[in-house]
Nanobody
Framework: QVQLVESGGGLVQAGGSLRLSCAAS????????MGWYRQAPGKQRELVAA???????NYAEFAKGRFTISRDGAKNKVYLQMNSLKPEDTAVYYC??????????????WGQGTQVTVSS
């Protein structure tokens, strides 16, 4: 069974930084892309940033220039460095693994989410 485990969320003041980590475990042969989404109360889940195995990145407009996604493909880990955080960045952040080929076949997976709270 493939699992994604996130860490690194917490409470930070506006202007501060946080680094989120996500590790995928299980009988994984390959992962096409890993990324981060977020969901604020009363809002839909939205893409923050994603990174493919070919090192192609996709950032939401609000993330450009402030957030950086990186990946350790060999260890099936993905990171999100968040700088210059704003109160509107407050949300639950979810790790996503897209196009996972494992003993279970092909599927997409989600982590349980980690809370990021930015105080003003």
């Amino acid at each position: 069974q493939v699992q994604l485990v996130e860490s690194g969320g917490g409470l930070v003041q506006a202007g501060g930084s946080l680094r989120l980590s996500c590790a995928a475990s299980g009988s994984i042969f390959s992962i096409n892309a890993m990324g981060w989404y977020r969901q604020a109360p009363g809002k839909q889940r939205e893409l923050v940033a994603a990174l493919t195995s070919a090192e192609n990145t996709n950032y939401a407009e609000f993330a450009k220039g402030r957030f950086t996604i990186s990946r350790d493909g060999a260890k099936n880990k993905v990171y999100l460095q968040m700088n210059s955080l704003k109160p509107e960045d407050t949300a639950v952040y979810y790790c996503n693994a897209n196009g996972v080929w494992s003993r279970n076949g092909w599927a997409d997976y989600w982590g349980q989410g980690t809370q990021v709270t930015v105080s003003s």
